[in-house]
């Protein structure tokens, strides 16, 4: 279900000492009201002509609900007939290893490579706290360019509040710079994936 470009579909944190509605600000306006810089980990989001910007109501900035909510690694889910915005945020823990036991024990967990290198490694996913369902997840590896150079997806379908997964991984490190393990998951089948966890293993 595609979500609608509602002013309903914001969160509105209080901030002290603000401007009220309808007053300017140094990053332009919005329908008459003053706009605000969204930053999240020191990367600030770059809205686009057909987003709707943060902006202060009465002393509060109101900011998009899915923006902010996948900028926090959290699945953000619309329901238009009861006009519901419900955010769901699992645990995802990641270790990525060299070895698998026999029993798929963790033996040999590394977050460091060297420039050039081609491992075999695996990574293993701990998923709990899942509470909505889901049409699938992935794990993919990112190069520090940006560039995906490894990926495995599982289709669930359906809900599945916790589970673990250890799956087998063989990559080139040919750039330096961190790369990224991005676990993300899929709402719907119709859906964009969502990042949900990361790790980064350094390549020098």
Request: hydrophobic content about 40%.
């Amino acid at each position: 279900m595609k979500v609608p470009r509602l002013l309903t579909m914001m969160l509105s944190l209080s901030l002290f000492g603000a401007t009220g509605a309808l007053a300017s600000s140094m990053w332009g306006d919005f329908e008459g009201y003053a706009k605000v810089r969204l930053i999240v980990n020191e990367e600030e989001k770059e809205f686009g002509s057909n987003e709707v910007p943060g902006f202060l109501v009465k002393g509060s900035a109101v900011l998009p609900a899915r923006i902010l909510s996948e900028k926090l690694q959290s699945i953000v889910k619309w329901d238009n007939e009861s006009k519901t915005v419900s955010v769901y945020k699992p645990n995802v823990h990641m270790v990525v290893a060299k070895t698998v036991g026999d029993d798929y024990s963790i033996q040999k967990p590394f977050g460091g490579v060297k420039k050039g290198d081609r491992l075999d490694f695996a990574v293993f996913a701990q998923v709990d706290g899942l509470k909505t369902p889901i049409y699938s997840f992935r794990i993919a590896i990112v190069s520090p360019s940006g560039e995906q150079v490894k990926a495995r997806e599982e289709i669930v379908d359906g809900p599945k509040s916790s589970f673990w997964y250890t799956w087998p991984f063989n990559v080139t490190f040919s750039e330096s710079g961190p790369y990224k393990v991005v676990f993300s998951i899929k709402p719907s089948s119709d859906s964009e994936y969502v990042a949900v966890s990361q790790k980064s293993i350094l390549s020098d």
